[in-house]
């Protein structure tokens, strides 16, 4: 069969073909010695495509969260147009996220902000409490679209620890308190995560949603008024 030295050579072959075949053999390989993964991430910059795809394939299915920084470099590197590199490398990601890595993960790192509104990004499609989580300690403010915002948002209000999800609703009563429409979207996630989970909102969210609640009708009130008090327009004969 195939001896661990066999495919250490393969891996540092001149040519595409057996680098790629021995990475792909690599990542089902039962343990790596030191220097593969050492080879594996620096073939993440290769000069041939096929090559960083299959050295990002070949982390994405070891369980090693010190990936994460050289898989993130590699992304930033990665050219708009070479879609399948830049797939590779973010499912490389998620992976390392969804085996259970996003539980260590501290936006205090020494990245940069650009790497981890990258990270937080693909933390989305994590749906895990330790992705939910990260996505709080990174402040869903941060991130880079309103459409990225709001689903950060919610992914926290379903899927965060229900401690976690308190500091939620302090967040958004600081940073959306002017939008009730969003506060009332966000506070309907809340209650389906814990629906889901089979819990019920413990009291610090219950006081949210009756305060909520008591200043929509309290608005709806005023409305009523103002329309009520609207004198008629004037027939014309």
Do not use: C
Request: glycine share 6%; net charge positive; no cysteine.
């Amino acid at each position: 069969g195939l001896s661990e030295r066999d495919l250490l050579r393969a891996m540092i072959a001149k040519t595409t073909l057996p680098r790629v075949h021995a990475m792909k053999i690599a990542g089902e390989w039962p343990e790596w010695p030191p220097n593969f993964k050492s080879i594996i991430t620096k073939s993440l910059h290769a000069e041939n495509a096929y090559i960083r795809r299959a050295a990002a394939e070949a982390l994405g299915v070891r369980t090693n969260l010190n990936t994460v920084g050289p898989l993130l470099e590699r992304l930033a590197l990665v050219p708009a147009e070479d879609t399948h590199t830049r797939h590779a490398v973010r499912v490389a990601i998620r992976n390392q996220l969804q085996s259970g890595g996003a539980a260590s993960l501290s936006p205090k790192t020494n990245w940069l902000p650009a790497r981890l509104l990258d990270l937080a990004e693909i933390a989305l499609a994590v749906k895990t409490p330790a992705a939910a989580s990260f996505l709080l300690r990174t402040d869903p403010t941060t991130m880079r679209t309103p459409e990225l915002q709001k689903s950060a948002w919610e992914h926290v209000a379903r899927h965060a620890p229900a401690a976690e999800v308190i500091r939620l609703a302090d967040l958004v009563r600081t940073k959306r308190s002017d939008d009730m429409d969003f506060q009332l979207n966000l506070f309907e996630v809340i209650q389906d995560g814990f629906a889901r989970r089979g819990e019920s909102l413990n009291d610090p969210l219950k006081a949210w949603g009756a305060g909520l609640a008591g200043k929509l009708l309290a608005a709806e009130s005023v409305a009523r008024a103002v329309w009520g008090n609207l004198p008629p327009k004037a027939t014309r004969y």
